[in-house]
C-alpha cells in the first residue's frame, strides 16, 4: 500500500496584513492564510469578530513573539449604527429584543456623539471572549445566564459622524484598545431614546498599520508562490512606534546571548527595537543604569534555514 507523503511546512517569517472577509471568524482566516504560506507557525494579533471586515495582522514564525505588542495599539473603525432596533449581541447576527420608533435629528446624533467621546466607561458585553473563571462570558450567554461585570475605562479619541439616512448612522470611530464597538452602539441607542444595535464594522487601522496596505485572501490565492512571500512584511513593523537602537558586532553578539550591555547612546527607560547593521535582533529593554537587556530575540538560525 502507498502512503502518501505529508507536505513539509515551511518556516515563513513576518506579518500579513489580511484584509478579513465578513461571515469569517479570525482563526479561520488564519489557518486559511498559513495553507496559502504552507507555513510551520502563525498567530493573529487580536481578533475581530465574525460579523466584522478589515485589517487583522498575522504573524508567521518568528514574527509571532512580537504579535502582543499590537495589542494594546489604538484602532481605527467604521461603523453602522442601526437605531430603533436591540438585540441580545448588541449587533446584527443577534436575536431582535426591542423595537421602538426612531425620531432623532442629526444635531440629536451630533449630541450623543459628543457624550460618547473622549474616556468613558464601558460594561463589556455578555457576548464577548473575556473570561469569568475560565469561560468565556459568550458560554454563558448562550445559557441565558447574565453575568454582572464591571465598567472598565476606555478611551474614545475621535468619534465623527458620516452620514445618517434611513435610521442607519455611520461613524468613524478612533479609540483605545479594549473599546467594544457594539457596546459603543447600544450606548449612542440608549442617549438617543430609541435603542440601537451595530450594523456594519470595518476596521481601518491598528497603531500605524493601515487597511489600504491589506490584502483580500481571494487575491492572495491567485499570487504565485513568490509574490506571496514578497507581501510578507519585516515583523519589526508590529513595534515601528518604539525607538530604534544599533548595536555594534560585538554587542549584537552578547545581547544575542542574551546578555545585558551598555550603549553609549543615551535615552529614556523602556522597550527598543534593536538592530545591527540592518538587521532586527529583537525587542530589548533600557534600564535606569543605562544598560540594555534583551526580552525577546529573534532567532537568526530559523531566519536562516528559509
Not at 475581530?48 to 512580537?66: I, N, S, V, W, Y
Not at 467604521?78 to 441580545?88: C, M, N, Y
Not at 506571496?228 to 552578547?254: K, Y
Request: hydrophobic share 40%.
Amino acid at each position: 500500500m502507498i502512503q502518501a507523503t505529508k507536505k513539509l511546512r515551511r518556516r515563513v517569517n513576518g506579518v500579513l496584513l489580511l484584509d478579513k472577509p465578513g461571515g469569517m471568524t479570525s482563526n479561520a482566516a488564519l489557518q486559511k492564510a498559513r495553507w496559502l504560506f504552507n507555513a510551520v507557525k502563525a498567530g493573529h494579533t487580536g481578533t475581530l469578530d465574525p460579523m466584522a471586515t478589515g485589517l487583522l495582522p498575522l504573524c508567521f514564525g518568528e514574527a509571532t513573539k512580537f504579535a502582543a505588542g499590537l495589542l494594546g495599539a489604538d484602532k481605527c473603525y467604521e461603523a453602522s449604527i442601526g437605531l430603533g432596533v436591540r438585540t441580545d449581541t448588541g449587533d446584527a447576527e443577534g436575536a431582535v429584543l426591542e423595537r421602538r420608533p426612531v425620531a432623532v435629528t442629526a444635531e440629536d446624533i451630533a449630541a450623543a456623539l459628543v457624550r460618547y467621546t473622549g474616556d468613558i466607561l464601558q460594561v463589556p458585553p455578555m457576548y464577548s471572549a473575556l473570561k469569568r473563571d475560565g469561560k468565556p462570558l459568550y458560554e454563558y450567554a448562550r445559557q441565558g445566564l447574565e453575568l454582572e461585570r464591571q465598567a472598565r475605562p476606555v478611551t474614545i479619541h475621535s468619534l465623527t459622524l458620516v452620514d445618517y439616512a434611513d435610521d442607519v448612522v455611520r461613524v468613524v470611530v478612533d479609540c483605545s484598545k479594549g473599546t467594544y464597538i457594539r457596546t459603543l452602539a447600544e450606548d449612542i441607542g440608549t442617549a438617543l431614546g430609541c435603542g440601537a444595535h451595530l450594523t456594519a464594522l470595518r476596521r481601518t487601522r491598528i497603531g500605524r498599520l493601515h487597511l489600504t496596505d491589506a490584502i483580500t485572501l481571494e487575491a492572495l490565492q491567485t499570487y504565485s508562490p513568490e509574490a506571496r512571500d514578497a507581501a510578507l512584511r519585516p515583523m519589526d513593523g508590529l513595534m515601528s512606534e518604539l525607538p530604534q537602537l544599533s548595536l555594534d558586532t560585538e554587542s549584537a553578539r552578547r545581547f544575542g546571548q542574551g546578555q545585558a550591555v551598555a550603549v553609549a547612546e543615551e535615552g529614556t527607560e523602556g522597550p527598543l527595537r534593536v538592530y545591527v547593521g540592518t538587521r532586527f535582533l529583537g525587542l530589548g529593554r533600557r534600564g535606569a543604569d543605562g544598560r540594555v537587556a534583551p526580552e525577546r530575540l529573534v532567532v537568526s538560525e530559523a531566519l536562516n534555514d528559509e
